[in-house]
Every structure is written in structure tokens, then in C-alpha cells.
């Protein structure tokens, strides 16, 4: 079995995750810059995932190594399954296989299924257009969930549906 380390150096603490990946026991480590603070491209790491063999195991120290966000590990984890590798998370001593592999799964999905509200909260450049909220109208979602999907409150929302003053 190979072991194949991976880092991406955003800070001192990324520098230092080579040497411990090293340390245990990795058989090569990579590593690269992001292009972007929640980047989830990557040359090196897609290198990886496409070099990768059966019974390989692709070594991390922190599952945020990975990309971005939870949908990119979920991916990075698939496109290891099908090539019959699997992903160890060092600090957490947690793999991609067997009942911590399902664990693990079960626990992005989880995170995943709330991760967009975040995103859409953290991503808003301002308040949105009124052709927006009203078509979600039309589409019969309500008021309270119309605010919840776009992150802005409630009273943004029945201003514009009332053509009142931009929020």
C-alpha cells in the first residue's frame, strides 16, 4: 500500500503538516498553494486522484486540506472509492473505509445539507432584486422561506413584494 501525503499550504500550521505526514509514514507528500481562500481546484491534488491505485491511501492531516467545502471532500472521497483507494484524516485517525469510512460519510452528508444556507448568508453582496423574490413567489414558496434562501430577513422581503423602499 502506498501512502500518498497531501497539503495545502494556507498558513504556518499547513507548513508543519508536511513533516508530520512524513512522519507517518507517508511514501510521497505533496504539496500547493490555493489559488483562492475557499478554492476547490487543484492541480496537484487531482494529479493524485487520477495517479492513485487500488489499496493506495490518500493521507491528510485535516479533512479542510481537501477543498473548500464539504461537497468537494464528498467528491475527492467518490473519485478515490472508484479507484479503490481510500482517504486518512490524521488528526481525527478516521478513514474513508469500513464503519468509520460510513461514519464519516453519514457526517459531511449532514453538514452538506445545511452548508448552503451559510454559503448564500456569507456570499450576499447586497440585498436582492425584487424580480428575484417575486419569483420565488410565484414559484408558491412563502415569505419566511423566501428570506431564509436568499439570507436576508423576513421585513426585506415583504418590502419588496410591496414595492417599497430597497432594503
Not at 505533496?30 to 489559488?35: G, I, L, N, T, V
Not at 464519516?104 to 452538506?112: D, H, Q, T
Amino acid at each position: 500500500m502506498l501512502k500518498i501525503g497531501y497539503v495545502r499550504l494556507r498558513d504556518q500550521r499547513s507548513a508543519d503538516d508536511t513533516a508530520k505526514l512524513k512522519a507517518i509514514g507517508c511514501h510521497v507528500v505533496r504539496a500547493e498553494e490555493p489559488m483562492g481562500p475557499m478554492d476547490d481546484e487543484s492541480e496537484v491534488l487531482n494529479s493524485i486522484l487520477d495517479f492513485i491505485g487500488a489499496g493506495d491511501q490518500l493521507v491528510v492531516t485535516r479533512l479542510e486540506q481537501l477543498g473548500g467545502s464539504t461537497r468537494a471532500a464528498l467528491d475527492i472521497i467518490d473519485r478515490l472509492e472508484d479507484r479503490g483507494a481510500s482517504l486518512f484524516v490524521a488528526e481525527q485517525e478516521i478513514s474513508s473505509q469500513g464503519l468509520g469510512g460510513r461514519a464519516l460519510r453519514a457526517a459531511l452528508n449532514a453538514v452538506m445539507a445545511v452548508e448552503p444556507i451559510w454559503t448564500n448568508r456569507k456570499q450576499r453582496r447586497g440585498p436582492p432584486a425584487a424580480d428575484e423574490i417575486r419569483a420565488l413567489q410565484a414559484a408558491g414558496v412563502g415569505p419566511v422561506e423566501i428570506a431564509r434562501r436568499l439570507g436576508v430577513s423576513r421585513m426585506t422581503v415583504w418590502r419588496k413584494l410591496k414595492g417599497g423602499v430597497e432594503a
